[in-house]
Every structure is written in C-alpha cells, then in structure tokens.
C-alpha cells in the first residue's frame, strides 16, 4: 500500500496520512481503547470500520444524526453522557468519522473532556479536512451566533479517506 505523509507545519505540528486501504490497515492494528463517533447517515462505513478493530480495543460507539443544527452544547453533553456511561477515560482514544459538522462536534467535545482527549479525524467530506481535521479549528454554536465556542487544536494525525 502507498501512503504519504504531510506534515503541517502550524504552532505545533501535525501529521496528515493519505494513503489507499489505510483506515482498514490503522483499525485492524489498533491496540489502544477506542470510542467511535460518527455521523449517522455513514452507519455501514462505521460498522465496517468498527468490525476491523480488534475487539480488545473496542470501548464504544456513538451515531449522531447531524445537521447544522445539532452542532450545539446540548448535543455536546449526550456525548459527555456517553463517554461517561462507557468510563471513557484519558486512555481512551477518540475517533470521528464524518463531515463538518461531526468533526467540529466531536473535536470540541473531546478537547473539553476531562481537560482533553486524544483524538483522530477521518473526515468524509473536503470541508472536514480542512476546518476541524487539518486546520484544528473545533466548535459549536450557540443560539446567538454561529461556531462562538471553540478553539484551535493540533490534533493526533488525520486519516483522509474516500467515500463511495
């Protein structure tokens, strides 16, 4: 398989993974506990990943049906609430698969757990790339304007993938 690395050079650095076949190669040889979010709409994509990760490592998943409109606090805190049910500790590894919206969401929701979890985008859409996966732009919006909340992170690497 060929993959190709980007560094981006920011604050701090990150990495950006491209490469065929390397989501199947990253969950098949994961060890550490790991938390799935992703976005409803991409439930056989998420099964196929969650499948591929050994079930030592497999702590939980979470679908979020999102629109714009979900990328709120309240949204935020079932996720909270989930982690919490599942003992999601700072061990635990975060991944979010799906678009803009996810990304942000799940992005936010991790930097501001517990002071910070590690977490790993695999962003479906350009956008997603770019904002909250290489571009560490993470937020939520509030009823009086839009992404009022959030912060500029340099995340663990981004996994690019193609859907369909």
């Not at 982690?83 to 930097?111: E, K, N, P």
């Not at 770019?130 to 981004?158: E, H, M, Q, S, Y």
Request: charged share 20%.
């Amino acid at each position: 398989m060929n993959t190709r690395r980007i560094t981006v050079n920011t604050a701090r650095t990150s990495d950006v993974i491209l490469g065929r076949g390397l989501v199947r190669q990253v969950a098949e040889t994961w060890t550490r506990p790991l938390y799935l979010v992703y976005d409803a709409f991409l439930e056989e994509q998420a099964e196929t990943l969650w499948q591929r990760i050994p079930p030592s490592a497999r702590l939980g998943r979470l679908a979020i049906p999102l629109g714009e409109s979900r990328k709120t606090l309240v949204t935020v805190e079932s996720v909270y609430a989930d982690w919490g049910h599942h003992a999601v500790t700072r061990d635990v590894h975060i991944v979010a698969l799906g678009g803009g919206v996810l990304t942000d969401l799940v992005g936010y929701a991790a930097s501001t757990y517990l002071r910070g979890l590690s977490w790993t985008a695999i962003p479906t859409t350009l956008l997603a790339q770019v904002d909250a996966a290489i571009g560490g732009k993470v937020a939520v919006n509030t009823p009086w304007a839009k992404i009022w909340l959030g912060l500029f992170i340099c995340r663990k690497p981004c996994i690019s993938m193609r859907i369909g």
